[in-house]
C-alpha cells in the first residue's frame, strides 16, 4: 500500500494560524517536503516538530517529485509544505500532487491559510464568484495583454504581486480596465498588516505618498525608493466590471497606428506591433492598410 501526500497549509506570517491537524499530521508524517527546509526548520522548532526534511521547489521539482514518488510508493507517508500557506497555490506544488495522482496515491488536503482568501474575506468586495490569477507573466507585453483579457470579467479578480511592481501594476490595471475598486492587502496576519480599500486612483495616490516618505529619507525620489518602502507581500483584489460592457467599436488599426506615431513619437515598425497588440490584428496588416492610407 503506497503511504499518502498530505498537503498541509502553514501559516501566512502569524504561526498561531496553524491549525491543530497541521501540527498532528507534520509530527506524525515521515518525512517533510518542504519548498525552503530551513524556512520550515524554523516552523518546526516552534512547535517542537522533530522531522527529516527534504527539500522540493521549483528549481528541482524535476529531480525531486520521483524520489518523493517512490518513498511514497514504498508505503512511507509525506507532508508537502511550502514556505506559506496552501501548497500547489502559486507555488510548486502542483507539480508533484499531480505526479501522486498519476501513481494513485492518496493525495490529502489539510486545509489551513491561503493568502489569496484571506485577503478576499477582508476586501468589501464581491465574493460570491471570484477568479485566482495568481502572479501576472514578468514580461510587460504579457502583463499587459493579461490584464486586457481580464478587463471584461465580471468576477472579483485575486492577483498576486510583488512589492516592487506594485505601482506600475496598480497603474496598467487603471489604464486598460480603468477606474474601480480595489483592495490592497500587504502582510497579512503580520505586524504590519495593511490593507487599502477603495477607488484604483485613491490607491495609487496613497502608494505614491508612502514612496514620498521614502523619498525623505536615504532613498531619494526615484521608483526604486518606492520599492522599498512597499516591502513585505501583496495581495490584490480587483473590482469585477460593472454594468454594461462598453459596446464593441469598429476599429481602424492603420488610425490607431498613426495615432501612436503622432502622440507617442513612435516609428511605423513600433507602432504597428503596439497597434497589433491593442486590436490583436496582425502587425504585417496594420503596416499595410497604414501605408496605403
Ligand atoms: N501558497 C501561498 C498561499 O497559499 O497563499 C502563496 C505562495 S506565492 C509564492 C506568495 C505570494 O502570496 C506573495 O508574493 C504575495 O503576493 C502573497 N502573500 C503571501 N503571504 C502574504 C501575506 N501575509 N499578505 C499578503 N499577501 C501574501
Redesign the pocket.
Known amino acids: 500500500m503506497p503511504g499518502s501526500l498530505y498537503i498541509v497549509?502553514t501559516p501566512?506570517?502569524n504561526l498561531e494560524d496553524i491549525t491543530l491537524r497541521a501540527v498532528r499530521i507534520l509530527k506524525e508524517a515521515d518525512f517533510i517536503a518542504a519548498e525552503d527546509t530551513r524556512h520550515t526548520q524554523k516552523l518546526l522548532s516552534h512547535f517542537d516538530i522533530h522531522k527529516q526534511l527534504t527539500s522540493y521547489h521549483d528549481h528541482n521539482k524535476e529531480e525531486k517529485a520521483p524520489v518523493i514518488i517512490s518513498r511514497l510508493l514504498q508505503g512511507q507517508s509525506a507532508a508537502l509544505v511550502?514556505?506559506?500557506?496552501?501548497?500547489?497555490?502559486?507555488?510548486p506544488?502542483y507539480y508533484l500532487i499531480n505526479a501522486a495522482i498519476q501513481e494513485n496515491i492518496p493525495v490529502v488536503p489539510i486545509p489551513g491559510?491561503?493568502?489569496?482568501?484571506?485577503?478576499l474575506s477582508v476586501s468589501g468586495l464581491p465574493t460570491d464568484a471570484f477568479v485566482f490569477e495568481?502572479?501576472l507573466p514578468p514580461k510587460r507585453s504579457q502583463r499587459l495583454s493579461k490584464l486586457d483579457s481580464l478587463k471584461h470579467e465580471r468576477r472579483t479578480i485575486i492577483?498576486?504581486?510583488?512589492p516592487h511592481k506594485i505601482l506600475k501594476t496598480l497603474l496598467d490595471v487603471r489604464e486598460i480596465m480603468g477606474e474601480r475598486r480595489v483592495s490592497l492587502?500587504?502582510?497579512?496576519?503580520?505586524i504590519h498588516?495593511n490593507t487599502l480599500r477603495g477607488n484604483i486612483s485613491d490607491i495609487i495616490i496613497a502608494v505614491e505618498d508612502m514612496s514620498s516618505c521614502t523619498a525623505g529619507s536615504d532613498e531619494g525620489p526615484s521608483s526604486k525608493g518606492l520599492s522599498a518602502r512597499m516591502r513585505?507581500?501583496?495581495?490584490?483584489i480587483i473590482e469585477g466590471l460593472m454594468g454594461e460592457p462598453p459596446p464593441v467599436q469598429a476599429v481602424d488599426p492603420a488610425a490607431i497606428m498613426e495615432s501612436l506615431m503622432r502622440e507617442k513619437g513612435l516609428s511605423r515598425k513600433a507602432a504597428s506591433a503596439e497597434a497589433a497588440r491593442i486590436t490583436g490584428l496582425s502587425r504585417k496588416e496594420i503596416y499595410n492598410a497604414s501605408l496605403k492610407r
Open positions: 497549509a501566512i506570517g511550502s514556505d506559506a500557506g496552501t501548497p500547489g497555490i502559486s507555488d506544488g491559510p491561503t493568502a489569496a482568501i484571506a485577503a495568481g502572479f492577483l498576486y504581486e510583488a492587502s500587504r502582510e497579512l496576519t503580520k498588516e513585505g507581500e501583496i495581495t490584490l
